[in-house]
């Protein structure tokens, strides 16, 4: 898997592809009379839910004590990958909560999955647990889309008796399952024409192709090796899944600044902060909401500020497109300090740790979400012609400064 995937896309492959089975072929009715989906293709879902949820708790049992002293949501309100506005409050429940929510965490990922094999009672038990514990993911931080996806297949979980409810008395969809459902209580299934019986060859292929595909998942589940988000076969079609299994500590930020000064080291230079559009920068500015959408280059710092700039070199190439005033890579960013002046002559990076403020304090009051405190340079002041070598020796274009557009007046 490229460093750069995310899982949550091998995850809507998967979702995608067994959503295919789901559909009839032939008609456009909600409630196909001779070819409702089969429970094969309900398993596949059940499955899929399953899987998800035991990857994620292996990996954190296995990945980081913090999991085993139940420490982890101490800090996995400040350190996740972009904290929207109630995550900020969320960190700073009582010490006893956080230990409860990492317990609940286990007792979901790990127990809850186990219940879709105990019956429809059981199973319908596991999908509300599920569906109502990414609902808490959604509200307590941006995990991309990734939450709204795992709703998906505990859907399955429930039957169409568990699910009448929503759907008003009387009304046409309802009443037609309801005649179905009486009809196959009364042995009066229609006869099998052609189409069903090929459909359910398809089926019985699924479930073998399925299972195939899942031994590969099922052994790396128990190994103690476990490899997280990983496909095991080219389409992607049975993958592995598993995060968070270890979580930071401490929270650090990339912030690249630009300067009009001649002279970086001059110490009377005045250095002003690009912002990008979630991730945290500027102190005042309050955590974003953007689930179910992903920034993906606000995402991608956050990896890049637990690791070196050589190791995530992409980030210089940034920095060369922002001394070029580059339209595409500024499109990516909330404020350009530059916008309507010149174009900075120094970038640099600049390496901070972040804290949440803590609400009741001065500096609360002063409208300050984070506090933060110099580690040192992530990469020291560049310009477009320091760069050059450092462009060529790796074949990305060099940034040309675009020309400065005629004013119309
Ligand atoms: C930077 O590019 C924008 C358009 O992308 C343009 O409006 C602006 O004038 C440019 N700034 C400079 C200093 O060239």
Redesign the pocket.
């Known amino acids: 898997m490229h460093p750069h995937d995310f899982g949550w896309e091998s995850q809507l492959l998967e979702t995608g592809f067994l959503a295919i089975f789901l559909c009839p072929v032939w008609t456009l009715s909600p409630v196909p009379r001779r070819c409702p989906p089969s429970l094969i293709c309900i398993w596949t879902f059940r499955w899929l839910i399953v899987r998800i949820m035991l990857g994620a708790g292996l990996i954190k049992i296995r990945g980081d004590k913090c999991w085993r002293d139940l420490t982890c949501m101490d800090y996995h309100y400040e350190t996740q990958p972009v904290p929207n506005p109630m995550s900020y409050y969320m960190h700073r429940s009582p010490w006893w909560i956080h230990r409860c929510e990492t317990l609940s965490n286990h007792l979901i990922e790990l127990i809850f999955p186990l219940f879709t094999f105990l019956g429809r009672r059981m199973c319908a038990v596991n999908g509300a647990v599920q569906i109502l514990f990414q609902v808490v993911l959604i509200v307590s931080g941006n995990l991309s889309f990734l939450n709204w996806l795992t709703i998906v297949p505990s859907l399955a979980c429930f039957d169409d008796a568990s699910l009448g409810f929503l759907f008003l008395s009387g009304g046409g969809v309802k009443k037609t399952v309801l005649e179905i459902q009486n009809e196959d209580a009364a042995g009066r299934t229609p006869k099998p024409n052609k189409g069903m019986l090929i459909r359910r060859v398809v089926n019985i292929s699924l479930a073998v192709l399925i299972g195939y595909l899942s031994v590969p998942v099922v052994l790396n589940l128990f190994s103690s090796k476990q490899v997280m988000n990983t496909s095991f076969d080219p389409l992607r079609i049975v993958n592995t899944y598993g995060a968070f299994g270890s979580i930071t500590k401490e929270r650090t930020e990339v912030i690249f600044q630009g300067t009009l000064n001649q002279d970086p080291k001059d110490p009377e230079a005045l250095w002003e902060e690009y912002q990008f559009l979630c991730k945290p920068g500027d102190l005042h500015r309050r955590p974003c909401l953007i689930s179910p959408y992903h920034y993906r280059l606000d995402w991608l710092m956050w990896f890049a500020a637990f690791q070196t700039y050589e190791q995530s070199e992409w980030v210089i190439h940034v920095a060369g497109r922002l001394l070029s005033?580059?339209?595409a890579v500024?499109s990516l960013l909330d404020h350009n300090p530059?916008?309507?002046?010149?174009?900075p002559r120094w970038v640099r990076g600049e390496h901070f740790t972040y804290k949440f403020s803590q609400p009741g304090t001065a500096s609360a009051a002063q409208g300050k979400w984070w506090l933060r405190k110099r580690i040192g340079a992530y990469f020291p002041a560049v310009d477009l012609e320091g760069l050059r070598g450092y462009f060529q020796s790796r074949s990305w274009p060099h940034p040309h400064?675009?020309?400065?557009?005629e004013?119309k007046t």
């Not at 530059?338 to 174009?343: A, L, V």
């Not at 400064?401 to 557009?405: A, G, H, L």
Request: no cysteine; glycine share 0%.
């Open positions: 005033n580059d339209s500024l530059f916008q309507d002046r010149e174009t400064t675009s020309p400065k557009q004013l």
